[in-house]
């Protein structure tokens, strides 16, 4: 179990923030949205808190109230011994918060962003030079203070956010799930920042993050659920009850996907993620070691004890408060046909933006129902190629043929056998979610009884009949991304094209949302998908890895790991062996 919370109250020492007994409700035209419910908790000085929940847990309205943003309706919170709410500007003089979308001004320079937000925040500037080479330093943007904020990658636009944030070093920093869409290696140098503030400026750090192994770092981590605090501690009490239950299976017979479908749906199996050239297993109390060889369809696997992590705690807490069963996931693809063997052929292929190459020379193919990843750091080229391959860009040279068509001659034909869903999910804010399944229905040429038939199946696949008069834009980021993915498979496509499709969501909507791509694999559908969780990278056949808009690596995710070895890692993960590949080429430049 995790530690008892400590009562809370205003003087204890060692409190950078205080919740006590807070709620905060929303009014909206369709409902009223209670986002925290009586959550009393505190943040330690001088620590890294993760502040964890799945969408909609109320963990960025519990940042905002603690930067003075917000009131709450009731309840109270202390920010470094200040009422948040009755003194909200010493507040915010005080402390640092970095939101989910920082406010870069693009058409500024990295050096003229810096400036501004120093005179937004005081800093007298016989004080700047020092510290603008501070941040430089530590955020590796040095080289660039020239360069327009909207033309940095992912990772250094957050980088340069977070350097804003600290043009005046806070004694409380706010991070509203600051690695969100970036690259591991980015992930890796944010958190080295994060973690040089707590050592040398003794900052106190309270952080949300949809990564798990993130979580497993901080010191405590506070869990949300639907408004309410399920518990708060070190990440190592959340697992600690799980002693016993966890196994990491192999059936090197059988596909990964194949075995975690049927450990997943066995009783008795708490949680089944692939993991490695495996399944990971949690099983439910009473069912330790000997039992796990006898769950049903578990024939030909052979069960290792591994020890329980962070998520497996997490996953478990949160799926014994989830109210109800989930839906069975059913898929009846109708519209593949043909003989197996490649329905992507790429040669060649060039995307130029004046004399800069996006893409240039990538080749390889993709076979009828396989799962494709294709992987690289932020600005490797990997949405570039998406758009390519799915006729939303012309390419500049190169043959690049889907599903028997050669795209450059006639992308128009093949549209209609390819399903898309974009990184910021294309949907219509303003319009209900069943207004939405109307429009892309009719974009589909989908009519009449047959149209009404697949809006019900993805109705019922999603789980979204509970929503249908709820305007998209209200949605929270899990049901924005099932709609988008309903959308996406509204007419039966042949080919699914995923552009960084769980940027952000937690880590039960990840596992529902590959239930869905897994069943779809199955039934031959042909899923390419980009992703930045190299976890979930487990989970394709093949991965091949870009930078600089070419192709760096490519095979089965056993075969890069393999590639990668290293006396230091000698049996890597698959973030070990990405970071190990990307930085590979710099080092080589470097010496």
Not at 79 to 105: I, N
Request: net charge negative; hydrophobic share 40%; glycine share 10%.
């Amino acid at each position: 179990m995790a530690e008892a919370a400590a009562p809370v109250t205003a003087d204890r020492a060692d409190d950078a923030l205080v919740i006590e007994a807070v709620s905060r409700s929303f009014v909206t035209p369709a409902r009223t949205i209670t986002a925290l419910k009586n959550v009393s908790a505190r943040v330690r000085e001088g620590q890294v808190t993760g502040l964890i929940g799945p969408d909609a847990a109320g963990k960025t309205t519990l940042m905002r109230l603690a930067a003075g943003l917000l009131a709450p309706d009731s309840g109270r919170l202390l920010a470094l011994g200040m009422d948040a709410t009755g003194d909200a500007l010493r507040v915010q003089s005080a402390l640092g918060y970095m939101p989910q979308r920082f406010g870069l001004y693009e058409d500024l320079t990295v050096q003229e962003n810096l400036d501004l937000y120093a005179d937004l925040q005081g800093v007298a500037p016989a004080k700047r030079p020092a510290r603008y080479r501070e941040l430089m330093d530590m955020t590796g943007l040095g080289p660039f203070t020239g360069r327009l904020a909207g033309r940095l990658s992912g990772g250094m636009k957050q980088k340069l956010g977070l350097a804003c944030t600290l043009v005046r070093f806070p004694a409380l920093l706010l991070l509203d799930e600051p690695t969100v869409g970036v690259d591991p290696v980015s992930r890796r140098e944010l958190w080295t920042i994060v973690y040089r503030l707590v050592r040398e400026q003794r900052m106190t750090v309270l952080l949300s993050t949809a990564y798990l192994d993130e979580a497993e770092r901080c010191d405590r981590v506070l869990i949300l659920h639907d408004g309410e605090l399920l518990g708060e501690g070190p990440p190592a009490q959340f697992s600690a009850s799980l002693k016993g239950r966890t196994f990491h299976a192999r059936a090197p017979e059988r596909k990964k996907r194949d075995l975690q479908h049927a450990l997943d749906e066995a009783p008795g199996v708490l949680d089944a993620v692939i993991q490695g050239d495996g399944v990971r297993v949690v099983l439910a109390p009473g069912r330790g070691s000997g039992a796990a060889a006898e769950l049903p369809d578990a024939t030909g696997a052979r069960f290792v004890p591994v020890p329980p992590r962070f998520e497996d705690g997490f996953v478990t807490l949160l799926n014994r408060n989830r109210q109800g069963d989930r839906a069975t996931v059913e898929v009846e693809h109708t519209r593949s046909g043909g003989t197996d063997g490649p329905v992507i052929e790429v040669s060649g292929l060039e995307r130029r933006f004046g004399d800069f190459y996006a893409v240039k020379g990538l080749s390889f193919t993709v076979d009828r129902g396989e799962i494709f990843g294709l992987l690289g750091a932020n600005g490797a080229g990997k949405s570039t190629t998406f758009r390519m391959l799915c006729g939303l860009l012309p390419a500049s040279a190169g043959r690049v043929q889907v599903a028997g068509v050669d795209l450059r001659r006639a992308p128009a034909s093949a549209r209609s056998r390819i399903g898309y869903m974009s990184q910021k999910f294309s949907l219509y804010a303003s319009l209900s979610v069943a207004q939405n399944l109307t429009f892309f229905a009719s974009a589909y040429d989908l009519r009449g009884r047959h149209r009404r038939e697949r809006i019900d199946w993805v109705v019922a696949q999603f789980e979204l009949d509970g929503l249908l008069e709820v305007p998209s834009g209200e949605l929270s980021l899990g049901y924005k991304q099932r709609l988008a993915m309903a959308a996406a498979l509204m007419h039966d496509p042949d080919i699914l094209f995923l552009d960084e499709p769980t940027s952000g969501v937690d880590p039960l909507a990840r596992r529902e949302f590959w239930r869905h791509i897994n069943a779809l694999a199955r039934a031959g559908v042909t899923v390419l998908v980009t992703t930045h969780f190299m976890e979930e990278a487990e989970y394709c056949d093949r991965v091949a890895i870009m930078a600089s808009g070419g192709l760096l690596s490519l095979g089965t995710p056993e075969r890069i790991k393999a590639d990668t070895r290293t006396d230091e890692h000698p049996e890597p993960t698959m973030e070990e062996a990405f970071i190990a590949l990307i930085e590979a080429p710099r080092d080589s430049h470097e010496h």
